[in-house]
């Protein structure tokens, strides 16, 4: 979607080559938290070269204004369904960038999450046993319940049999 919305405000802003820099941030955006800036780069570059200062001002506030909450919402969300604290995968972004570079940044939440899961343990890490532990912990709720509706059932037909004699 960022794409798209980059995509948007490129036309509306008039630059050129829209179909080009929209690539550009299309495959920059694959590269967790960075990716962004450096796709802005191109497109800061031909707005300050054909239209001015002005426009140049303007695509990094919309920029900004797209990928502000992805920047934000990524390690939230790499936590969430990783389970991984937000600030380790802040921390491993950072670490790879500083030590392999770039490139290090498209591999460096699945090898961080490959990484704890062999050190720790994959059933502390994964979602797929956490979601197994929560289904089963649901089933033997519901086998427990239904065991005791059965008690209660049984319960009843003995205390109504009792009433009769």
Same mark, same amino acid.
């Given at each position: 979607?960022?794409?798209?919305?980059?995509?948007?405000?490129?036309?509306?802003?008039? #630059?050129?080559?829209? @179909?080009?820099?929209?690539? =550009?941030?299309?495959? %920059?955006?694959? $590269? /967790? &938290?960075?990716?962004?800036?450096?796709?802005?780069?191109?497109?800061?570059?031909?707005?300050?070269?054909?239209?001015?200062?002005?426009?140049?001002?303007?695509?990094?506030?919309?920029?900004?204004?797209?990928?502000?909450?992805?920047?934000?919402?990524?390690?939230?969300?790499?936590?969430?369904?990783?389970?991984?604290?937000?600030?380790?995968?802040?921390?491993? #972004?950072?670490?790879? @960038?500083?030590?392999?570079? =770039?490139?290090?940044? %498209?591999?460096? $939440? /699945? &090898?961080?999450?490959?990484?704890?899961?062999?050190?720790?343990?994959?059933?502390?890490?994964?979602?797929?046993?956490?979601?197994?532990?929560?289904?089963?912990?649901?089933?033997?709720?519901?086998?427990?319940?239904?065991?005791?509706?059965?008690?209660?059932?049984?319960?009843?037909?003995?205390?109504?049999?009792?009433?009769?004699?």
């Amino acid at each position: 979607f960022n794409t798209i919305f980059t995509t948007i405000g490129l036309m509306v802003l008039g #630059l050129p080559g829209v @179909e080009l820099l929209s690539f =550009v941030t299309l495959i %920059f955006s694959f $590269i /967790p &938290v960075v990716g962004w800036m450096i796709a802005c780069l191109p497109m800061g570059i031909v707005a300050l070269s054909e239209s001015g200062f002005k426009t140049l001002v303007q695509v990094l506030l919309m920029v900004i204004g797209v990928h502000g909450g992805l920047v934000l919402a990524l390690p939230a969300f790499a936590s969430a369904k990783l389970k991984l604290h937000p600030l380790a995968v802040l921390v491993a #972004l950072y670490l790879s @960038e500083h030590f392999v570079g =770039v490139q290090g940044l %498209f591999l460096v $939440i /699945p &090898v961080t999450v490959l990484a704890l899961n062999l050190l720790v343990g994959e059933e502390n890490q994964t979602l797929a046993s956490n979601e197994k532990r929560e289904e089963e912990g649901g089933e033997k709720q519901e086998m427990t319940r239904k065991k005791g509706n059965d008690d209660d059932d049984d319960s009843n037909t003995k205390m109504a049999a009792a009433i009769a004699m």
